[in-house]
């Protein structure tokens, strides 16, 4: 039986890895993951990279007596590949497309076509009300501005929805590693716990026990389809990255008791992993009364209500706009490298119609006519892709990384300021004013990988 009491909440977040022709044993693997979902007792499951529908239809169909209700989100020309499947009801669904995903010439990454973003439901369960569940799934390593702006999204989405009085899971792949600014953002700013950290601590044992306890979910050398493809630095190949999470808001209703990496085995039958990725599983407990004594919670709705109300330190903020400023200073460069290339273009492509243009004795003029015909067509095709990526895309880009920087700095002016006084002479400091008890969890110190 699956958790009838209400008391527990169990969450799944697992990266499928259903790439069609890149991704190996796709059908088969999902269709497995599926086997397995369905074998076990979750209440909520998070899947990413679930691009093809047949397959998360199979999916759909195989847990249904257990997760009735599901959510499949539609973005971008390819799809998200984002999937929410649910024991309790969902009230409402949105999705919050990224801003800035991927570059349009950069085609075998797909991430520009894809529509990558956060799909969040909002979910009626019987004990705590409304919650709020977000599965996320950021960049890769190449994209470190654009993942920055990703997560400054998508801990301000989470802030609303904690704003509304909402518990709030967000789950997913992020790219990202516990040290990095996009991990900050959501802890800091989106004042969300990550529950592997909250239940763990960092004893190595060997290999196989590094797993669970870095809650290693990526590029793991026991991983049968990344052991060979590993990005780490030499003296970190034998362990891999977690970048996958399970956040939350904690309160008083709901703490999360465990969480685990899940689906690191074979597939039953196969010496083939579930995925690239390995699962996280989070098991939480659920409280139909308010319990102010075990501490370390999230802020309250309302001081989430004002924008000015964070944690992130004025150094992460600087890094972050430093880091956002040299990425659009090399998109201003790339272009007008672009659209440098775009007036050569239109150049030639005048030349060659003069060319055509002169009459020639014999065959020369078939050949003029062949070649300069050619050069107009492959250079009118290159104009038109130098306008879209250097002017249309390029543009877009840049302005929207100086947006970016623009709403950082003005959360970096607020951290600068001295503290407000009211009316009534209490005073309210934006990165200090955590009550004793609401100050979040402490992180441990973790695992660093080298870029």
Not at 139 to 165: F, K, P
Request: with cysteine; proline share 3%; glycine share 8%.
């Amino acid at each position: 039986m699956n958790n009838v009491n209400d008391k527990t909440l169990s969450v799944l977040s697992l990266n499928c890895w259903g790439l069609k022709v890149v991704a190996k044993q796709r059908e088969f693997r999902l269709h497995a993951i599926g086997d397995r979902i369905s074998s076990e007792d979750y209440d909520i499951v998070a899947l990413q990279e679930v691009w093809m529908r047949k397959d998360f239809d199979y999916i759909k169909a195989k847990v249904g007596s257990k997760l009735p209700f599901t959510k499949y989100f539609q973005s971008g020309t390819l799809g998200s590949g984002l999937a929410i499947l649910s024991r309790f009801p969902i009230l409402s669904s949105s999705y919050l497309k990224f801003t800035l995903a991927g570059r349009p010439l950069k085609v075998l990454q797909g991430d520009f076509y894809v529509g990558k973003g956060c799909g969040s439901v909002c979910i009626d369960h019987p004990e705590i009300g409304l919650m709020d569940l977000q599965a996320g799934y950021g960049q890769g390593e190449d994209y470190e501005a654009q993942r920055i702006t990703e997560c400054w999204q998508i801990a301000n989405s989470v802030r609303a929805s904690a704003a509304q009085g909402r518990h709030v899971i967000l789950a997913g792949d992020f790219n990202s590693i516990p040290t990095s600014n996009c991990y900050q953002m959501l802890k800091n700013h989106g004042f969300m716990t990550d529950t592997w950290l909250e239940n763990h601590d960092h004893t190595q044992d060997d290999l196989s026990d590094s797993i669970q306890r870095f809650g290693i979910t990526c590029d793991s050398p026991l991983n049968t389809w990344t052991k060979h493809l590993l990005k780490q630095e030499p003296h970190l190949k034998e362990i891999g990255d977690r970048l996958d999470y399970i956040f939350y808001r904690r309160s008083p209703q709901i703490i999360c008791q465990e969480s685990r990496v899940v689906m690191e085995g074979y597939i039953p039958g196969t010496e083939w992993s579930y995925s690239d990725h390995f699962g996280v599983h989070s098991v939480f407990t659920i409280a139909g009364h308010v319990d102010t004594a075990m501490g370390n919670f999230a802020p309250d709705s309302k001081q989430l209500a004002r924008p000015d109300f964070t944690q992130l330190s004025s150094a992460h903020l600087i890094t972050a706009i430093e880091i956002i400023q040299r990425e659009y200073n090399q998109a201003k460069k790339t272009g007008h490298q672009y659209l440098v290339l775009l007036c050569l273009s239109v150049v030639v492509v005048v030349g060659a119609y003069i060319a055509q243009l002169i009459s020639y004795e014999g065959s020369t003029q078939i050949i003029v006519h062949a070649v300069c015909g050619f050069v107009m067509i492959a250079c009118s095709g290159f104009a038109m892709v130098c306008l879209i990526v250097g002017f249309v895309f390029g543009g877009t880009e840049q302005r929207s990384l100086d947006q970016y920087m623009i709403d950082l700095r003005v959360c970096l002016k607020t951290l600068q300021k001295p503290p407000m006084t009211s009316m009534s002479g209490s005073s309210f400091s934006t990165k200090n004013s955590l009550s004793s008890g609401e100050e979040g969890i402490v992180e441990k110190p973790m695992l660093k990988k080298l870029r």
